[in-house]
């Protein structure tokens, strides 16, 4: 049974998704609990995901509502979902995944072991990884449960409130960037301006800091989530080749925004370390007729970042520290064209790999040699 006034809005974007998208509706109209709506976003597509995503719409008009556009891109898309929300709270879902079936029913039942609801709930999704039809766990299962969770308990245990001012809060930065695992409040959203960048991939990036930024009460949600299908080949929010270029605009923006607002050094160390990490994964998974502009606009931008920041990093995010140190060095110079040779990068890690089991030989030796002389 539909609820008269629901809770919860999901924004679905649609685009070439016809192979999955009714498994993503299906599981929309399916919840133990209907406290729910649904704004289905059609961005443009080509195959018959609009006309799949109508029926849904003529079937379910209590709870789908259906709007299209000329093609934008996820973000674009997201936004325009997110204006139509008349709802206390919104989320998104990209149409290549699922809900769980309980996914509602657990977010009220988490809700409720609170007398004030969050700025932002933290949901744990799944993987489903399409090529070997297994279930995965979610990359930061261990992070988030250390921070929601850090005296344990059950599924009916009721999450921490944290943000980043409470201790270890600023480790909120360090989850997955994913605007799909966060259930977020819809007046807090508007009161900070809160919107997701359009023409660019990444979308996720710069949102991800500015709400954890701003929000005064963050919760986690352990016992349920959404199904994130991974290895399909063309998923939404994949990008090869030339989008990998765009980590460039999106994290320069981000870091922007961030001194321009005056944030605290520690809280910009992370977006250096998400961009990092995107940096070493693009440079490797980046086609090679890209790898040079790509690797030019990370020289462009990296000079550019404050040493300050480069230290902190460094310091305080890094277990590699002589591996990155080193890589972002020769990135810095004029000879950071050497990287484009994947044979170079490969003779680079296993010489660092070398080096790092050489310390942890003596330091065994060290520890030995204290015993003996003890």
């Known amino acids: 049974m539909y609820s008269e006034k629901p809770f919860l809005t999901v924004v679905v974007p649609v685009y070439n998704v016809e192979k999955y998208l009714a498994e993503c509706l299906d599981s929309l109209i399916n919840q133990t609990v ?13 195959d018959s995901s609009g006309e799949i995503a109508k029926d849904y719409a003529n079937k379910h008009p209590e709870l789908i509502r259906y709007v299209e556009q000329v093609n934008k891109g996820l ?80 599924e009916n245990s009721p999450s921490a409130v944290t943000n980043i001012r409470e201790k270890h809060g600023m480790n909120l930065y360090s989850l997955e960037a994913s605007s799909c695992r966060r259930i977020y409040r819809m007046s807090f959203l508007k009161k900070i301006g809160f919107s997701f960048a359009e023409g660019v991939k990444w979308e996720d990036v710069r949102p991800h800091f500015h709400a954890i ?3 005064k009460s963050c919760i986690g949600i352990r016992s349920t989530g959404f199904f994130y299908r991974i290895n399909t080949g063309g998923q939404i929010t994949s990008g090869g080749g030339v989008s990998r270029l765009d980590i460039i605009p999106v994290f320069r923006e981000t870091l922007q925004m961030a001194v321009d607002e005056g944030w605290d050094t520690e809280e910009i160390g992370y977006i250096i370390k998400m961009f990092w990490s995107f940096t070493l994964w693009s440079i490797e ?3 090679e007729e890209y790898i040079l502009p790509l690797l030019t606009g990370v020289h462009e931008f990296i000079k550019t970042i404050p040493e300050k920041y480069i230290r902190l990093f460094t310091r305080k995010h890094t277990p590699y520290f002589l591996r990155d140190m080193v890589i972002i060095k020769v990135l810095q110079s004029p000879f950071y064209t050497v990287l484009k040779d994947y044979r170079v990068r490969a003779k ?10 050489a310390l942890k030989i003596n330091r065994i030796i060290d520890k030995i040699r204290r015993r003996r002389h003890g």
């Not at 209907?34 to 080509?46: A, E, Q």
Request: aromatic share 14%; charged share 30%.
């Open 34 to 46: 209907m406290d729910h709506k649904v704004i289905v976003v059609n961005d443009g597509s080509k």
């Open 75 to 154: 973000g674009a898309a997201r936004n325009t979902g997110m204006a139509l929300v008349d709802t206390e709270y919104v989320t998104f879902l990209d149409s290549d995944d699922w809900w769980d079936c309980m996914f509602v029913e657990k977010v009220k039942q988490e809700f409720a072991r609170h007398e004030e609801n969050p700025d932002i709930a933290f949901t744990l999704p799944w993987i489903f990884n399409d090529a070997t039809r297994r279930t995965e766990e979610w990359h930061d299962k261990y992070q988030m449960e250390l921070l929601f969770y850090p005296n344990g308990g059950d």
């Open 213 to 215: 930024h701003n929000a």
């Open 285 to 287: 998974m980046t086609n």
């Open 348 to 357: 680079g890690i296993g010489f660092f790999r070398r080096v790092k089991q």
